[in-house]
T-cell receptor, first 114, second 110 residues
Framework: ETGVTQSPTHLIKTRGQQVTLRCSSQSGHNTVSWYQQALGQGPQFIFQYYREEENGRGNFPPRFSGLQFPNYSSELNVNALELDDSALYLC?????????????FGPGTRLTVT | RKEVEQDPGPFNVPEGATVAFNCTYSNSASQSFFWYRQDCRKEPKLLMSVYSSGNEDGRFTAQLNRASQYISLLIRDSKLSDSATYLCVVPSPGTYKYIFGTGTRLKVLA
């Protein structure tokens, strides 16, 4: 087990609604990254938070937003849900050393938009 | 050209076989590489990290060829439990953004 937790595990929403997903990072990790994984695809980077600030963003529209809290946990918010937002949302926690670093994933939240 | 490319498979191999997957990447400045294993409807789990020419962990060997810009993963003596999707990851240089391949499906047959 990585020690990274996510909630909820499953969620069903209607198009146009808003959703908040939550992630608690592994103890000692200060960085959280969020990914979207559509069926049959590799995860796509949404954004990353380091010390409560967004630090890098993928090719996702502004209706995808996030937060990181002082305890390093994080939220992903998606407004105006679209059918294509249906996916597995993964958060990954890590800690920075020199160069790149390893990320550890939580179990994910499966979002279905109808 | 995609930033990270993998053969999607599936690779169907008998138990005990040796199987190898390749992953090509487009950015020659990339310095580190990872292989993750993902079981159906589960999260990716880190299998191996590659920071230099290669890495070995039991039955698993990862090799890096910088000149040709590919990373390979070799699995020896395949077990039924090795059946999964194997994701190649190349962090974007100068950032902490992971770029994933689409994954290669492996099915080990009894």
């Amino acid at each position: 087990e990585t020690g990274v937790t996510q909630s909820p595990t499953h969620l069903i929403k209607t198009r146009g609604q808003q959703v908040t997903l939550r992630c608690s990072s592994q103890s000692g990790h200060n960085t959280v990254s969020w990914y979207q994984q559509a069926l049959g695809q590799g995860p796509q980077f949404i954004f990353q938070y380091y010390r409560e600030e967004e630090n890098g963003r993928g090719n996702f529209p502004p209706r995808f937003s996030g937060l990181q809290f002082p305890n390093y946990s994080s939220e992903l918010n998606v407004n105006a849900l679209e059918l294509d937002d249906s996916a597995l949302y993964l958060c990954a926690s890590s800690t920075r050393t020199s160069g790149t670093y390893e990320q550890y994933f939580g179990p994910g939240t499966r979002l279905t938009v109808t | 050209r995609k930033e990270v490319e993998q053969d999607p498979g599936p690779f169907n191999v008998p138990e005990g076989a040796t199987v190898a997957f390749n992953c090509t990447y487009s950015n020659s400045a990339s310095q580190s590489f990872f292989w993750y294993r993902q079981d159906c409807r589960k999260e990716p789990k880190l299998l191996m990290s590659v920071y230099s020419s290669g890495n070995e962990d039991g039955r698993f060997t990862a090799q890096l060829n910088r000149a040709s810009q590919y990373i390979s993963l070799l699995i020896r003596d395949s077990k039924l439990s090795d059946s999964a999707t194997y994701l190649c990851v190349v962090p974007s240089p100068g950032t902490y953004k992971y770029i994933f391949g689409t994954g290669t499906r492996l099915k080990v047959l009894a």
